[in-house]
């Protein structure tokens, strides 16, 4: 009973000792204001860069030619290779030849049979001439005339006769048109064509040189072309192109301008130029969509990399400056971009520390403490390193031992 009383005693003492304590403050309550973040800069230069364009554009064929039979006939042989390369006048199909061949037999029967004829209009006429006036009328010399002369006629017409029917019997070998490489055959074997038909054969294409088919702004071909009378943009001897593949590897040759837009689009607003690039190796293939960069010569402005800007949906283009120890953002003026970097025009002046790192969940006027950095190549941010310190002439001190006790 006592140890009962006891218990329920020293029970309610805790009870009231806990009512009586005093609050435990909250995790994080009075904990001091976070402190300036960290942010990667690069100090801005002004200076002479290629002005560089990236056009859209798409790999036409520098020649393609649709195969068609001229006349009709059964395939009797296919002798090319689809894929390997062919030559001018190499044979792709031959035709069924016997008929062609008997018409052009015939029509060398008829060339033959009218040289007999002419042959023997003049020998009657020369005959009938000679003996004029002496038992020969002038109305039968003028009528053996006019027999030479039909005869003549007529060997014409056997002669275009042998020539047609000799025609049709060479196309009868379906030869290549150019140079370049033929596509699988759309027949086989005892396939009847006929000539003129609708569907191809099939197609060859030549691969080497080839053509890429840009399309150019209307409107930023004016902007250049004010750049240049300005003097703010000196352009090069020759546009440079290079492309960049669908692979993401750059080109290693470069193009040449062929045909220059003349006509703009009313639909897009844009001119299609049109550029010649060698192609060997058959890298580039036809209907293929490729990114060119064309430079169109140098001019003074401010590298600043893609990677430390934003632009909004409205096509405005940001970036984050250090001043006073705060983050202030910048609207920004580019007049394209050379490689990783947009060439800005206005917005930024030399001197000024552009924030290249940290730019996650930052905002105008936070509080900011720099440290330099680097851009390299791989378009990654590196610490600047930092200068080495002069030797001194005190010794070392030796490390001493971590103490026992503590």
């Known amino acids: 009973m006592r140890a ?11 009870i009231a000792m806990l009512l009586a304590a005093p609050a435990l403050p909250q995790a994080g309550a009075g904990r001091p204001p976070p402190g300036p973040k960290s942010v990667g800069v690069i100090e801005i230069e002004q200076e002479s860069v290629p002005y560089t364009v990236v056009l859209p554009g798409r790999a036409v064929a520098f020649e393609q030619a649709d195969i068609r039979p001229r006349v009709e006939g059964m395939v009797v042989e296919i002798p090319y290779a689809p894929g390997r390369p062919l030559a001018v006048g190499d044979v792709l199909f031959r035709l069924e030849r016997d008929s062609y061949a008997a018409e052009a037999t015939a029509a060398e029967a008829a060339v033959s049979q009218a040289e007999s004829a002419l042959q023997a209009a003049q020998v009657t006429l020369q005959r009938y001439q000679r003996l004029e006036g002496a038992g020969v009328t002038q109305e039968t010399v003028d009528s053996a005339r006019v027999a030479e002369l039909q005869a003549e006629a007529t060997l014409k017409s056997a002669q275009a006769a042998l020539q047609t029917a000799q025609l049709n019997l060479d196309r009868t070998d379906i030869r290549s048109p150019i140079d370049g490489i033929a596509d699988v055959p759309a027949v086989s074997v005892g396939a009847l064509v006929t000539a003129a038909q609708t569907d191809a054969l099939t197609t060859v294409t030549r691969l080497d040189p080839i053509y890429v088919d840009v399309a150019e702004s ?3 071909m004016l902007r250049v072309r004010e750049r240049i009378a300005e003097g703010s943009l000196k352009p090069g001897e020759r546009v440079q192109m290079t492309l960049t ?3 993401g590897k750059v080109y290693d040759a470069t193009g040449e301008v062929i045909s220059p837009g003349v006509l703009v689009s009313q639909t897009t607003g844009t001119l299609n130029i049109r550029v010649k690039f060698p192609n060997p190796n058959r890298d580039i293939m036809p209907g293929q969509f490729l990114r060119m960069e064309a430079t169109l010569g ?6 600043v990399p893609q990677r430390a800007t934003s632009r909004s949906s409205t096509g405005v283009l940001t970036a984050f400056v250090a001043r006073d120890g705060k983050a202030v953002q910048v609207t920004l003026t580019d007049a394209g971009s050379h490689g990783d970097a947009w060439i800005v025009t206005d917005g930024l002046d030399p001197g000024d520390l552009l924030i290249v790192d940290g730019l996650k969940n930052l905002r105008n006027g936070d509080e900011v403490e720099t440290v330099p950095v680097t851009v390299g190549d791989d378009g990654l941010t590196h610490p600047v390193a930092a200068p080495a310190e002069a030797p001194t002439d005190a010794p070392a001190t030796a490390p001493q031992p971590p103490s026992q006790g503590n």
């Open 218 to 220: 209307s409107a930023r």
């Open 298 to 303: 140098t001019t003074s402005g401010i590298l």
């Open 245 to 247: 593949l669908e692979n």
């Open 4 to 14: 009962g009383l006891c218990a329920r005693a020293g029970l309610g003492l805790a």
